[in-house]
Structures are given as structure tokens and as C-alpha cells.
């Protein structure tokens, strides 16, 4: 029974740590990267974020509220270059908070497409294509991007160019988001990628039925565990703007915003 248990532990682990040449680990939570699943392949990728911010409990008393949001991602390689990814979204909202802030996502499904415009390396700049559309439970979203990336040796630099563009149900809101994110890791070891990161948001009602919330703007560290197979990513960011500033009520983002995506290539 032993050996039994000891080739079973082995295979399992051997599985997860062979290296697929295709994979597309996110070194940076936030930031898309211009790497794509070959055709046919298949990817399966896990989102949790959180932040806290301020809320009223059942006895109407101001208190701290960690809001949470989950999103799952099925990923797949159409043709070289050209790959498809497909959201389910949740948000929880309990019960026992009131007035509780919009977070960066809404409940329901997104579907994107992200295109590569040439072989990686080709250009001094990899530049890739994302679109995406979104069926929120609340709103309606198109979202576009241009992500930017260059390799130097084991440093990776990413960029994305990020915009949204926001129709809710209940109103006539119609809403302009940028969402810029810059970032670079290194790669320590092919399993230890470690890197720093900053993305910002920014919403712009239109026309100004209610004013928009804050921009945030984030900065912290990222670690990528990269296990062939199986990935981790996450990162812890600080809030740079308004510090020290109490945090108002509505307000969704935190002094901190933590995020972590696991990933399987299937």
C-alpha cells in the first residue's frame, strides 16, 4: 500500500509540475499579458479579490466590510495567435450590510476574445488585441484593450491600455472607465516569478445622473508560483491616492486591494 501511495504522489505531482509549453501563467494579477493558449488547448483560471471598505451593519452602525468578488475563466486557444475566454462572475452582496459599494465587477458573464498581432519576439513590442463583452446583473459593458509587453532576458514588462464603456438597466447612466495597469517581474527560477505592479480606475458618468465613484489608484508586490501545469499569482496593493484621508461611505475601493488567480492547464 505504501508503494502504491508513493507512485500514485508522484504521478499526481509529476502531472502538475511537467511543463506545458503553451500555458499562460499571469505573472501580474491585473495585467494581461500578449501570450495566448496554442489551438485547441484548454485553460481553466480562478479569481478571488478583496478589499475592505465601509458599510452599515443590521443595528445601522458604520463598520469596516470586506467586499469580495469571484470570477471563473475558461480559457481556449482557437487559432495561433487568436483565443477565446469565457467568465462567470460573482459578487456577493450579504445580507446584513446596507449600502454597500459597487466593486470593480458585477455579477453575471463575460465573453473575450484576446488576438496576438505577431509572433512573439517578431516586433520590439509584443502587442496584443482584447475585447470583451459583459452581461452584468446591474449593467451592460464593453471593455477594450491593448496590452503591451517586452521581454529582456528573465525581466517581462507589461502594459495595458484599458478602457470601458458601461450602460446600466435602471437608469440612464451611461459610463466611461479607464483602467490603466503597468507592471515587470523577474523570473528568480522558472517556478518563482516575483514583480511589482500598478493599475488605476477611473469612472466618468455620462451623462451625470449621479457622480461617479472615486478613481483609486494601486501599487504593490506580485509573486507568481509557476508549477508547469498548475499557477498561482497574486498581489497585494496599497492605495496611493487619498491617503490618509478618512474613507468615505460608497466608496469601493479600499487602502488595500488584495487579489489572487489560480490556474490549470487542462
Known amino acids: 500500500m505504501k508503494i502504491r501511495a508513493g507512485v500514485l504522489a508522484t504521478a499526481i505531482v509529476t502531472t502538475l509540475v511537467a511543463k506545458s509549453a503553451h500555458a499562460t501563467p499571469r505573472p501580474l494579477p491585473f495585467?494581461?499579458?500578449?501570450?495566448?493558449?496554442?489551438?485547441?488547448?484548454l485553460e481553466v483560471e480562478q479569481y478571488a479579490d478583496?478589499?475592505?471598505?465601509?458599510?452599515?451593519?443590521a443595528n445601522l452602525k458604520p463598520v469596516f466590510y470586506g467586499a469580495t468578488q469571484f470570477q471563473t475563466e475558461f480559457e481556449y486557444g482557437i487559432l495561433e495567435r487568436l483565443e477565446l475566454g469565457l467568465y462567470v462572475v460573482y459578487v456577493p452582496t450579504p445580507g446584513e450590510y446596507g449600502d454597500l459599494p459597487q466593486t470593480t465587477e458585477t455579477t453575471g458573464v463575460k465573453e473575450r476574445?484576446?488576438?496576438?498581432l505577431a509572433d512573439?519576439?517578431?516586433?520590439?513590442?509584443?502587442?496584443?488585441?482584447y475585447g470583451e463583452l459583459v452581461e452584468g446583473q446591474t449593467e451592460?459593458?464593453?471593455?477594450?484593450k491593448i496590452l503591451l509587453q517586452r521581454r529582456i532576458g528573465k525581466l517581462r514588462i507589461d502594459a495595458n491600455l484599458w478602457v470601458e464603456y458601461e450602460l446600466y438597466y435602471d437608469a440612464p447612466r451611461k459610463d466611461f472607465v479607464i483602467n490603466p495597469t503597468l507592471g515587470a517581474t523577474y523570473e528568480i527560477t522558472p517556478m518563482v516569478h516575483l514583480g511589482a505592479e500598478g493599475w488605476a480606475r477611473a469612472e466618468f458618468p455620462n451623462p451625470?445622473?449621479?457622480?461617479?465613484?472615486?478613481?483609486?489608484?494601486?501599487?504593490?508586490?506580485?509573486l507568481l508560483l509557476n508549477f508547469g501545469k498548475l499557477w498561482w499569482s497574486t498581489g497585494l496593493y496599497?492605495?496611493?491616492?487619498?491617503?490618509?484621508?478618512?474613507?468615505?461611505?460608497?466608496?469601493?475601493?479600499?487602502?488595500?486591494?488584495?487579489r489572487t488567480i489560480v490556474g490549470l492547464s487542462l
Open 31 to 41: 495585467t494581461y499579458t500578449t501570450d495566448t493558449l496554442a489551438p485547441g488547448e
Open 120 to 129: 512573439p519576439g517578431a516586433w520590439p513590442v509584443d502587442v496584443g488585441l
Open 208 to 222: 451625470s445622473v449621479t457622480p461617479g465613484p472615486p478613481s483609486a489608484v494601486y501599487l504593490g508586490p506580485a
Open 238 to 258: 496599497a492605495r496611493l491616492n487619498d491617503v490618509g484621508q478618512p474613507m468615505p461611505f460608497g466608496d469601493p475601493y479600499g487602502s488595500f486591494w488584495g
Open 140 to 144: 451592460a459593458e464593453l471593455e477594450a
Open 50 to 57: 478583496v478589499t475592505p471598505v465601509k458599510a452599515f451593519n
Open 113 to 116: 476574445l484576446r488576438y496576438v
